[in-house]
Antibody, heavy 118, light 113 residues
Framework: QVQLLQSGSGLKRPGTSVKVSCKASGYIFSMYAMSWVRQAPGQGLEWMGWINTMTENPTYAQAFTGRFVFSLDASVTTAYLHISNLKPEDTAMYFC???????????WGQGALVTVSS | DIVMTQSPDALAVSLGERATIHCKSSQSVVYSSTNANYLAWYQQKPGQPPRPLIYWASTRESGVPDRFSGSGSGTDFTLTISSLQPEDVAVYYCQQSYSIPWTFGQGTRVEIK
């Protein structure tokens, strides 16, 4: 069965960085794009962007250019979200989600909670 | 960017009654070549990731109860829960995938009256 298993949750100090992992299993990794979605505490869903798992080409929403980097390692079917120079406003749950050809996210990771506080 | 606006922000419905959520996009999300509306609906319960319910505006995902239905085309869409059950208490989001960035509505909270 398809699974997206996330890791990388934790408390981080402002100015440091974090890498969130999304390990995919149960399907051919390169056949589906991987997206990242942010959800701040008590707030709605915010589309961060996506990465083409075949070409490794990332696309970022405007609000997520600069400090946010999507990458992947196809050999271990894992996508990564790296956030540098963390700020308190980056405190959120970060979800990876598999996008399909119907334009929907049919599978989601369980989320990684990143808390930024001094 | 396409702006997705849901109404209402919150909704309280009695058990067994109908719940209706509206979603309006700032521009059409229908591909003229296929006539498909790239509009999806998700359900999110506390502490869980979103669960896909509907894609192409009106096609139910496998395993989704048939009390959930989606309708609409172009810029105006509706998610209907025909007979609200206790397990339907959640926040519901619409999302367009017509153009990047794929944007979400702000969410509608559904509660039991």
């Amino acid at each position: 069965q398809v699974q997206l298993l996330q890791s990388g949750s934790g408390l981080k100090r402002p100015g440091t960085s974090v890498k969130v992992s999304c390990k995919a299993s149960g399907y051919i990794f390169s056949m589906y794009a991987m997206s990242w979605v942010r959800q701040a505490p008590g707030q709605g869903l915010e589309w961060m962007g996506w990465i083409n798992t075949m070409t490794e080409n990332p696309t970022y929403a405007q609000a997520f250019t600069g400090r946010f980097v999507f990458s992947l390692d196809a050999s271990v079917t894992t996508a990564y979200l790296h956030i540098s120079n963390l700020k308190p406003e980056d405190t959120a749950m970060y979800f990876c989600a598999r996008g399909n050809d119907k334009g929907e996210y049919d599978y989601w990771g369980q989320g990684a909670l990143v808390t930024v506080s001094s | 960017d396409i702006v997705m606006t849901q109404s209402p922000d919150a909704l309280a419905v009695s058990l067994g009654e109908r719940a209706t959520i509206h979603c309006k996009s700032s521009q059409s999300v229908v591909y003229s070549s296929t006539n498909a509306n790239y509009l999806a609906w998700y359900q999110q319960k506390p502490g869980q990731p979103p669960r896909p319910l509907i894609y192409w505006a009106s096609t139910r995902e496998s395993g989704v109860p048939d009390r959930f239905s989606g309708s609409g085309s172009g810029t105006d869409f509706t998610l209907t829960i025909s007979s609200l059950q206790p397990e339907d208490v959640a926040v519901y989001y619409c999302q367009q995938s017509y153009s990047i960035p794929w944007t979400f509505g702000q969410g509608t909270r559904v509660e039991i009256k």
